[in-house]
C-alpha cells in the first residue's frame, strides 16, 4: 500500500495494538492486584479460623485429659483397698507396719504401671512429712512447687511444670508437673488420710493435647492461678507484654480479638479455671501465603500472554478491511472511478464499503452528467447558431422592401416587414443562457402572430392572462415562442378552423406557473407518448428548428430538473404545455 505518497507510514496497526495491549494489562494488573488482595485475605481468614479452630480442639484435649487424671486419681483413692492400707498405717507397729508400706507401695507401683505413658510416678504424702513411695530419698514436701500448692489451699490441683535436674539418683529425667488430690476417708469426708501425688511426664501431655495449635501460632497455658503451666517458643514474653489484653479479653468473655498485625485467642479449661491463649501473627500467615501470590501472578501473567496471542490476530484481521478501504480511496483520488471494495464481515464496515461504492459510483454518475450537459450547452449554441443568417444583409434587404412599399403605400407590407425584423433582432442573439422580460416576450411573440395573420387569415387568436408584477421578471429568451409555435403547427392549423392560444403566467409562493394551452386538434395516446419521450431526451435531434425538446432541455438546464415541461393532451381537445420557473427578486 503506498503510504509513502503523502508521507505516512502504516501505524495505524501499531497504535490500535499499543491501546488494546495496554487496556489488556492495566485489567489484568488491577484484576491481579484485586484478586490477590481478595485471596489472600480470604486464606488469612481461613488460616484464622483453622487455628482458632485448633485452638478450641486442642481446649477439648487439655480437658479430656485433666478430667481422666482426675478421675484416675478418684478411682484410686477411693478404692477399698487403699484406703484400708492407710487406715492401718495408723494403726500398725513393727512388722505389721512394713509389710502393710510394702503392700501400699506395690499398689501404686501397679497404678503407675496402669498408666505408665502418662504417669512416670506416685507418692503419698502423710501428714505433711512421711512419703509413701518409691522415689528416693529428697523430701518432695520441701520443694517449692509443693509449698506454692499448699498455699493455695485446695483440695486438688496441678502445679507448674518442673525443669528434670541432671540425672541426679532418684530423680526424673524428663520435664513433670504434678497433681495432688486429698485423700478423703470414704467413711468419713472430714478425715483427711493424705495427699496422693501423680508425678506426669509433660512431654506425652504435649504431644497429646497440643499438636493441632498450628505452625504460625504461638501457644500458652497458664493454671487457675495464671500461672503458666506451658508455652510455645516465645509465649512467654507475649503472655507478659500483652497480658493487659488477654485479661482484658477474659473479663469481656471475648474468645479472640485483633490488635494491630496480631490475633488474639482465648479458651478456658472447664471446671479447672485453666486458660488456653493462642497468638497468631498476621504478617507471619502473609509471608507463608508468598507462594501463593507467586501463583496467582504467574497464572495472570500466563492469562495476558494468551490475551495477546489472542487479540494480535484479530486485531489484524479487524483492521484488514479498514486497509482495502484506505487503498480504495487513495485509487479513487487518482482518478481509478471504476474501483469497488468487496467487504463481507456482516458489520459497520460492510456498510462503510457499501456507502464508499455507493459513493464512487455518484461520483461517476455525476461526472458523467457533467459531460454530458456540457456536450447539452455547445449542441444548444451550435444549433442556434446553424438557425441564424447574416443578420446584417437581412435586415438591409428587409429595409429595401419597406422602402419599396412606401412609394406604393402598402402599409400591411410595410407592418409585415417591421415585425420580422424585429424577430430577426431577438434571434440574432447567439447567447442560450441570454434573458428577456416577460414583456419583451410577449412582445416577440405578437410580432410572430402578426406575420401569422397574414399568412393565415387571422386564423389563430392569442390570449394572454399574465399578473401585473411579472411583466419586468426576466426569464431565459425564447421560451415561449417554441411553444406558441408547436400549437399552431400541430393543433390548431391542422382543423382548418379558428383556434384559440391562452397564455397564463402567475406567480404562487416562491414559484411562477406558466401554462400554455390550445383549442386544436390534439394528441392521440401513442403520439403524446412519443413527443413526451422525445422532449426528455438529453439527446437534441435535428439541426434546423428551436422545438420543445430545446426548450425543456434549457428550462432543466437553467432552473432545474423539476422545472421541466409537462404536456397533457386528449384528442379533439387541443393541448397544454405547463412548466415553472423559480421566483427570484433579483431578476425584476
Same mark, same amino acid.
Given at each position: 500500500m503506498n503510504y509513502e505518497r503523502k508521507g505516512m507510514i502504516p501505524i495505524f496497526n501499531l497504535k490500535l495494538l499499543v491501546i488494546v495491549w495496554f487496556a489488556v494489562i492495566v485489567t489484568a494488573v488491577v484484576s491481579g492486584m484485586c484478586l490477590s488482595a481478595y485471596t489472600v485475605d480470604k486464606l488469612? #481468614?481461613?488460616?484464622? #479460623?483453622k487455628v482458632f479452630s485448633d485452638i478450641q480442639v486442642t481446649a477439648e484435649n487439655i480437658h479430656s485429659y485433666v478430667r481422666d487424671i482426675e478421675n484416675f486419681s478418684i478411682h484410686m483413692i477411693t478404692s477399698e483397698s487403699l484406703q484400708k492400707m492407710l487406715k492401718d498405717l495408723d494403726e500398725a507397729e513393727g512388722v505389721k507396719y512394713f509389710k502393710t508400706l510394702r503392700e501400699l507401695r506395690k499398689q501404686l507401683k501397679y497404678y503407675v504401671a496402669l498408666r505408665s505413658s502418662a504417669i512416670v510416678d506416685m507418692y503419698i504424702v502423710k501428714d505433711e512429712q512421711e512419703i509413701i513411695g518409691d522415689i528416693g530419698k529428697k523430701n518432695k514436701t520441701e520443694e517449692e512447687w509443693y509449698q506454692a500448692y499448699l498455699k493455695r489451699n485446695l483440695r486438688?490441683?496441678?502445679? =507448674?511444670?518442673?525443669?528434670? #535436674?541432671?540425672?541426679?539418683r532418684g530423680e526424673y529425667p524428663v520435664r513433670n508437673f504434678h497433681y495432688i488430690i486429698d485423700i478423703m476417708d470414704i467413711n468419713n469426708s472430714k478425715n483427711i488420710l493424705g495427699k496422693l501425688v501423680l508425678v506426669l511426664d509433660y512431654d506425652f501431655f504435649i504431644s497429646t493435647t497440643m499438636f493441632k495449635t498450628?505452625?504460625?501460632?504461638?501457644?500458652?497455658?497458664?493454671? !487457675?492461678?495464671?500461672?503458666l503451666m506451658t508455652f510455645t517458643e516465645g509465649g512467654k514474653e507475649e503472655a507478659e507484654k500483652e497480658a493487659e489484653l488477654c485479661q482484658k479479653m477474659i473479663e469481656e468473655g471475648r474468645s479472640w480479638v485483633k490488635s494491630g498485625q496480631r490475633y488474639f485467642m482465648v479458651q478456658p479449661i472447664r471446671e479447672q479455671g485453666w486458660k488456653l491463649y493462642g497468638i497468631l501473627n498476621k504478617e507471619e500467615i502473609s509471608h507463608n501465603l508468598n507462594p501463593v501470590r507467586k501463583v496467582l501472578g504467574i497464572l495472570i501473567t500466563g492469562c495476558l500472554l494468551i490475551s495477546i496471542l489472542i487479540f494480535t490476530p484479530v486485531i489484524y484481521k479487524t483492521t484488514k478491511p479498514m $486497509?482495502? +478501504? +484506505? !487503498?480504495?480511496? !487513495? #485509487?479513487?483520488s487518482n482518478g481509478k472511478l471504476e474501483t469497488r471494495i468487496e467487504i463481507r464481515t456482516k458489520d459497520e464496515l =460492510?456498510?462503510?464499503? %457499501? =456507502?464508499f461504492n455507493l459513493m464512487v459510483s455518484d461520483i461517476r454518475k455525476l461526472l458523467q452528467d457533467s459531460v454530458e450537459s456540457e456536450k447539452q450547452e455547445n449542441e444548444l449554441r451550435m444549433k442556434l447558431f446553424m438557425a441564424q443568417i447574416n443578420p446584417h444583409f437581412i435586415c438591409n434587404t428587409l429595409n429595401v422592401i419597406i422602402y419599396q412599399a412606401q412609394k406604393v403605400k402598402a402599409q400591411s407590407i410595410i407592418d409585415v416587414t417591421r415585425a420580422f425584423i424585429n424577430i430577426i433582432q431577438v434571434t440574432i442573439n447567439l447567447d442560450h443562457m441570454a434573458e428577456a422580460t416577460i414583456l419583451e416576450e410577449m412582445k416577440y411573440i405578437e410580432s410572430y402572430m402578426l406575420i401569422s395573420r397574414y399568412r393565415y387569415d387571422n386564423i389563430v387568436e392569442v390570449n394572454w392572462e399574465v399578473d401585473e408584477e411579472l411583466m419586468d421578471f426576466k426569464i431565459n429568451r425564447m421560451l415561449l415562442?417554441?411553444?406558441?409555435e408547436n400549437s399552431m403547427l400541430h393543433g390548431i392549423f391542422p382543423t382548418g378552423r379558428k383556434g384559440k392560444i391562452g397564455i397564463t403566467i402567475k406567480r404562487k409562493e416562491s414559484w411562477i406557473y406558466v401554462c400554455v394551452k390550445d383549442n386544436g386538434q390534439g394528441f392521440k395516446a401513442e403520439r403524446l407518448q412519443e413527443i413526451r419521450k422525445k422532449i426528455e431526451s438529453k439527446k437534441l435531434e435535428g439541426r434546423n428548428s428551436i422545438g420543445l425538446q430545446n426548450v425543456n432541455l434549457r428550462l432543466m438546464l437553467i432552473y432545474g430538473n423539476e422545472?421541466?415541461? $409537462? +404536456?397533457?393532451? %386528449?384528442?379533439? $381537445?387541443?393541448c397544454r404545455t405547463l412548466f415553472k420557473i423559480p421566483y427570484d427578486k433579483e431578476k425584476l
Open positions: 488469612e #481468614e481461613q488460616e484464622f #479460623e486438688r490441683g496441678f502445679s =507448674t511444670v518442673i525443669e528434670p #535436674e541432671s540425672n541426679l498450628g505452625r504460625y501460632a504461638t501457644v500458652l497455658l497458664t493454671n !487457675q492461678d495464671n500461672q $486497509k482495502a +478501504i +484506505i !487503498q480504495g480511496m !487513495q #485509487e479513487v =460492510t456498510v462503510m464499503a %457499501d =456507502t415562442y417554441p411553444i406558441v422545472c421541466g415541461m $409537462k +404536456i397533457n393532451s %386528449d384528442e379533439g $381537445k387541443g
